[in-house]
């Protein structure tokens, strides 16, 4: 077995092949696998391909992908050859994320991608439970000693806190999160707070499908920026669920000067938190990732116990180092990278 940084990253059998999280899909490999419906885990091209390989990921992620990217995959809970097994597993990042367990048939040595992860326990969510395999290629987002976050509940009781006392003072609130993923926390969060809410289109649109996946959330009403003094014209505060983006957006700056808007952020790069606050032209920050920190990285290596470890994404480079220092047999796999046999 070879594990490639080529298709994001291909695992290749003698006979046949996996792609985790492609950015093309191509129609010769035996099985892809798709860990959630975040744009930078999809394919680049929204081009429906010919033929769509066996696909495995969860129902959640397939209906987000077809949301996303306009064409359907050719879902399954699980696939198997005669050369492997490839399984999914809860991964805690966000309602459809899952990670992805490969066994080799000729060996029984078992390959487990996280694609993004989170151990922690937040709303909703589960977290990722590790579990013993021989190879592990693990996202390196805050792979970072720098930064090791306080618990999702703590920071979530201040938020609240905070929230409604603007609302009791009459100030609406933006809530800053991407709109897939953090935006649905927020909602389950945070939308009991206040009767009056509103949604960007994005946020709006994805709110309807993760109501029809099953989440439980609180209904909110579409903003349209070309009728937004018309529809938040209230002598009542409201919550509005934004899009995370940096104080340029002149949607918010208008709302800020028109009706007191308070905004507030909710991201890992908040451990930064002036720094941060000021690039998002937020008046509150809150440390809130859906990736796994630091510590909790650590964690999934030290209960995953791998002979070898792969890290991508984020600070892979920076991830890699330090586990080396710990006499660990870890490199960063890395675009473009030959075969990581080489390395061992």
């Known amino acids: 077995m070879k594990i490639i940084c080529k298709n994001r990253i291909n695992v290749s059998f003698e006979s046949s092949e996996i792609l985790l999280d492609p950015q093309i899909v191509d129609s010769k490999v035996s099985s892809m696998f798709v860990s959630h419906a975040h744009y930078d885990h ?67 040595n078992i390959v487990v991608y996280t694609g993004d992860v989170n151990l ?9 439970k590790p579990f013993k395999c021989n190879t592990l290629i693990l996202e390196a987002t805050w792979g970072d000693k720098d930064y090791r ?8 009781k201040l938020a609240r806190e905070y929230i409604q006392k603007q609302l009791n003072q009459g100030n609406p609130v933006a809530l800053l999160g991407y709109s897939l993923g953090k ?24 709110e309807q499908t993760h109501k029809e996946l099953g989440l439980d959330l609180y209904s909110t009403k579409l903003l349209a920026k ?24 002149k949607t918010l ?38 990736h796994s920190d630091y510590n909790s990285l650590l964690k999934i290596i030290k209960q995953s ?31 473009g990278q030959s075969t990581l046999e080489s390395f061992f």
């Open 42 to 108: 999809l394919p680049r091209s929204k081009k429906k391909p010919s033929i769509i390989p066996p696909t495995v990921c969860s129902k959640a992620t397939a209906r987000l992908f077809q949301e996303r990217i306009g064409y359907s995959l050719n879902q399954h809970d699980y696939w198997e050859n005669d050369e492997f097994k490839l399984e999914t597993v809860p991964g805690g990042h966000t309602f459809d994320s899952t990670v992805a367990k490969i066994t080799n048939k000729e060996n029984g």
């Open 120 to 128: 922690e326990d937040r709303a909703y969510l589960t977290g990722f």
């Open 149 to 156: 976050f306080p618990a999702f509940e703590h920071q979530a």
């Open 183 to 206: 935006a649905q926390l927020l909602n389950f969060s945070f939308g009991d707070l206040c009767e009056e809410r509103y949604s960007t289109n994005a946020i709006w649109h994805m």
């Open 226 to 249: 070309d009728k937004f003094d018309t529809d938040l014209g209230t002598n009542k505060p409201w919550i509005l669920f934004y899009n995370h983006t940096s104080a340029r957006d």
């Open 253 to 290: 700056a208008h709302l800020k000067r028109k009706y007191n808007l308070k905004i507030i952020g909710f991201s890992g790069w908040a451990k930064n938190q002036e720094q941060y606050k000021y690039r998002m032209g937020a008046d509150a920050a809150y440390v809130m990732s859906d």
């Open 305 to 335: 116990s791998p002979e070898k470890i792969f890290t991508v994404f984020g600070k892979a480079t920076e991830l890699a180092r330090e586990l080396q220092k710990e006499g660990l047999n870890a490199v960063p796999l890395k675009q």
